[in-house]
Structures are given as C-alpha cells and as structure tokens.
C-alpha cells in the first residue's frame, strides 16, 4: 500500500522557470491538500480539494496553482519561480482523519 | 492571531521520564478537531494523535496522550516513559470545517530532545 506519493524528492530551479510537483494517492480519500513548510517554521497549507474537479484556497496560494481532474491526483504548479518558493512541499490526503504525508519535495529557486 | 501557538521552541527531557508538550489554539468554531504530529529528522510527517472538540474524554494512544481543556483552549501533548527515538520536531495541529473543506493550521513545533 503506497499511501501517498509524492515526485520528485528533490528539485533545484532557475528564478523564472515552471514546474510540477505531482502527488498521487491510492487509499480512494476525497481529500487533498497541499502544503509548504519553511525551515524552523510549520506547515502552512497552500490549496486543497475536496474532490475531483473541486479546489479551493489555503492560507498561501499566491504563486501556486492546482487542479484535481481524478480522485488520485493532485498537481501543484509553480508557474514563475521566485527565491521565496524555496521550501519543502508536502502533500497529504484524508477521509476523515488524520491526514496521510507523503515525504515531501524539497525545493530550491537559485 | 495565531491559530495554533506551541510556546516551547526546544524541549529536553531524561529518557523513560514524561514530558509535557504545550499547544493553544484559537477558533471560534464549535466543531474542530486537533491533532499532534511526529516530524523526525528524516522528515516525514508521523500522525501521533487526535482529539476532537466533543470528545469528553482526552485521547489516548499508546504512550501518547493529549491533555484536552476546552475552556483554556488549550491542547497540550504528553509523552510517558520517554525513548531514545523520541526525539523529534512535534507539531500541533487544528482542523476548522468551512463549507468549501476543511482549513488545517499547524504551530510552529516543538523540538524535542531525549538524553540518556
């Protein structure tokens, strides 16, 4: 059982370029979410879905975008990587609770 | 306002003696559940325990046990007969409903260290 699985592990970007951290969950939960933890600091949630074709807000989404097309998989899209977006991303997955993480993506804007 | 304050940046305690995590929160909402999480040094996020607000009784697993005063808004964590691998960054963690989904807000952790 994979739980929730995040790619990549680790990613090292350029100011300006676009990527896609993927994450994918195999326990059928309606329940997505992303976050961004900085160093020393808490998880700080970006977006999250409550099911296929349904996203919403957190407390930071500026700069990120989502989409929720499956069940399974929820993409987080930095379109203009900036220095600030430097931080680990985790994303997780629920029914009900707790909330399965996946290990995570470090990421790094040069 | 901080949804979620854990006041104790760094925690050390005697291996097989208890210790006390401290976590505050703030909501104005009736229905809320409350969490703590694991975070080793390898960096994945460990589910330890859940209380939620109607529960009368605090929860309870294993060596964990939360320490649940509604009135103080207060959520505090208790590790007994600490161990070596214990140690860990420990956050606290609330959920709010909103139509739209549930909100998590997480505090800023604490850092536990276990001696032996």
């Known amino acids: 059982n994979a739980g929730v699985t995040q790619t990549p592990k680790f990613r090292i970007l350029k100011i300006g370029q676009s990527m896609t951290l993927q994450c994918t969950q195999d326990?059928?939960?309606?329940?997505m979410y992303w976050y961004r933890q900085d160093p020393g600091m808490g998880l700080k949630l970006i977006y999250y879905?409550?099911?296929?074709?349904?996203?919403d807000k957190g407390e930071v989404p500026n700069g990120y975008n989502v989409s929720r097309s499956t069940t399974e998989d929820f993409p987080l899209r930095l379109e203009l990587a900036a220095p600030s977006q430097t931080s680990v991303y985790f994303c997780?997955?629920?029914?009900?609770?707790?909330?399965?993480f996946g290990d995570g993506t470090r990421l790094s804007i040069l | 306002a901080q949804k979620i304050t854990q006041t104790q940046p760094g925690m050390f305690v005697q291996e097989k003696e208890a210790v006390t995590l401290d976590c505050t929160y703030d909501?104005?909402?009736?229905?809320?559940?409350l969490f703590w999480y694991k975070q080793p040094s390898s960096g994945e996020m460990i589910f330890l325990i859940y209380?939620?607000?109607?529960?009368?009784q605090n929860a309870t697993e294993g060596r964990y046990s939360l320490n649940f005063q509604k009135a103080r808004k207060s959520a505090n964590l208790v590790i007994s007969a600490s161990q070596l691998g214990d140690s860990a960054m420990y956050f606290c963690?609330?959920?709010?409903?909103?139509?739209?989904?549930?909100?998590?807000?997480f505090g800023t952790g604490t850092s536990l260290t276990v001696i032996p």
């Open positions: 997780a997955s629920s029914q009900n609770q707790p909330q399965h």
């Open positions: 326990m059928n939960h309606n329940y």
């Open positions: 879905s409550v099911g296929a074709g349904i996203t």
């Open positions: 909501t104005s909402d009736q229905s809320y559940g």
């Open positions: 209380q939620g607000s109607y529960d009368e």
């Open positions: 963690a609330m959920r709010e409903e909103r139509n739209t989904g549930n909100q998590f807000y």
